[in-house]
């Protein structure tokens, strides 16, 4: 049995969990990372929420995504239905609680990739770039709703 690649990074921001989820299930907001020249609704998505699939397609990358569940504003879960670099995408979710004043974002997802593909020497590059995508798109949500 292989072992999967796990990302794991927990954030506070400074709004409401109902802000928080909304600007983080918006697929276009995922352009914050540096390295998404593009994100959005796919062309055949049915709207947002669970089936709902979302496109993304950054330096060198491209990933399709399919949301599989969504409990606004507690939770939601998504996995890579198609890529490249292929990813075998045991899904990831994204967990909100209220916090103080704030809210707490848990943002978790396990991957790994096809040894035809570049197995774990590719999982060492992709989990630094993923790991820096997901804090800067964290970021990028602390910076548009922690503005007063």
């Not at 802000?19 to 959005?40: E, I, K, M, S, T």
């Amino acid at each position: 049995m292989c072992r999967m690649v796990r990302i794991h990074l927990e954030r506070s921001i400074a709004a409401p969990p109902e802000q928080v989820f909304d600007w983080l299930a918006d697929p276009h907001n995922l352009a914050a990372a540096p390295l998404v020249l593009r994100a959005g609704d796919a062309k055949d998505s049915p709207g947002r929420g669970a089936g709902a699939v979302r496109e993304v397609v950054g330096v060198g990358t491209w990933f399709r995504e399919e949301i599989t569940a969504y409990d606004r504003p507690r939770s939601y879960s998504y996995l890579i239905v198609r890529s490249f670099p292929p990813f075998n995408h045991d899904g990831g979710t994204l967990t909100f609680t209220a916090a103080g004043d704030g809210t707490r974002v848990d943002w978790l997802t396990n991957y790994t990739h096809p040894a035809r593909a570049g197995g774990k020497l590719l999982e060492a590059v992709s989990q630094r770039l993923l790991r820096a995508s997901f804090a800067a798109i964290l970021d990028g949500c602390a910076d548009a709703l922690e503005r007063t």
